[in-house]
């Protein structure tokens, strides 16, 4: 396991289309800093490179940075799309929000409009391939939960990918038709839950992984503030709202000690995620020395059954 930015959580990462990775932390310098040193509440990172031997720099707030911070709140969920970056943001204060910046994190425009954390809160993208090249259609996904606690349910939204600034176009996922197809309805009253746990979710992560043409959700399970980093749950779906299969879901991943906070799988091909999609890396963070920017490689091994034309597949995590 790598370990780098101490004192800096989050971590939310994109693929741009200059080939490489972007991030977003929290409360620390960043890449090079601490808890303390180039402090800021929100920064971006540029990460340059294969796994094995990447660079980074601070291109939005911390240490050595190319632009200074210009605003607070937490980036939960990041995308690049059309040489723009989006970033869902947590603004502390009940909601949460869209800001966009159109020179790859140097400056940011932030959206008049937020959701109230009661609605639809700490919102992740769903990630496909570079700069959002190869998705499913031409819609922009959204994962989301609702406060208070206990959180057992996460809930999908969707918007045109010509129109993702604007509130009024998004539509949330209201349930199945009778042809088993996902109903979307423009009215947060009608949103229904895309994932359940009865034993608690966290902020989700979903990504697309092309090799298996899966879709791999992540999340921390417990029904209060106290969630346990160790606490993982992996799933997996053929389509953005499910239905989920259960790849691993740990009580003691790791041993890892103190609280959750994300987990993020990248998806740029082929060094952080293979072509056949059976090799990739998990970034995540926690409390204590899990404050920070925390690496992992990992391997899928496939099982194929006969009784169905379906995949699912298995975690096993390289220490």
Do not use: C
């Amino acid at each position: 396991m790598l370990r780098l930015a101490p004192g800096s959580d989050l971590w939310p990462v994109t693929w741009a289309p200059d080939g490489n990775l972007y991030a977003s932390w929290g409360d620390g310098g960043g890449f090079g800093g601490t808890n303390s040193v180039g402090r800021v509440s929100l920064g971006v990172a540029r990460i340059a490179g294969p796994p094995s031997n990447f660079t980074t720099s601070n291109i939005w707030g911390g240490v050595n940075t190319e632009h200074p911070a210009q605003f607070g709140g937490k980036a939960v969920g990041l995308l690049s799309m059309d040489g723009v970056l989006y970033a869902w943001l947590n603004w502390q204060n009940g909601t949460n929000g869209l800001a966009w910046s159109e020179n790859l994190g140097g400056t940011w425009t932030i959206a008049s409009w937020t959701f109230d954390d009661n609605e639809f809160a700490e919102a992740t993208f769903l990630n496909f391939s570079q700069d959002y090249a190869n998705s499913r259609d031409n819609y922009i996904y959204i994962y989301g939960i609702k406060r208070p606690y206990p959180r057992t349910d996460v809930y999908l939204a969707r918007v045109d990918k010509t129109q993702i600034t604007d509130k009024n176009r998004y539509e949330f996922f209201s349930g199945f038709d009778a042809k088993n197809d996902p109903t979307w309805n423009a009215e947060l009253s009608h949103q229904k839950s895309i994932f359940h746990d009865p034993n608690g979710v966290t902020i989700p992560s979903v990504s697309f992984n092309a090799g298996i043409n899966r879709y791999l959700l992540t999340s921390s399970h417990a029904l209060g503030p106290t969630y346990g980093l160790d606490n993982l749950g992996i799933f997996d779906a053929p389509d953005p709202w499910g239905p989920w299969t259960t790849v691993e879901y740990y009580e003691n991943w790791g041993n890892y000690p103190g609280r959750w906070l994300t987990y993020y799988i990248p998806t740029k091909t082929p060094d952080w995620m293979s072509i056949d999609g059976t090799k990739l890396h998990l970034i995540f963070s926690g409390e204590s020395a899990f404050d920070s920017f925390n690496l992992i490689e990992a391997n899928l091994s496939l099982y194929e059954f006969t009784t169905a034309v379906q995949e699912t597949s298995k975690l096993i995590d390289e220490y």
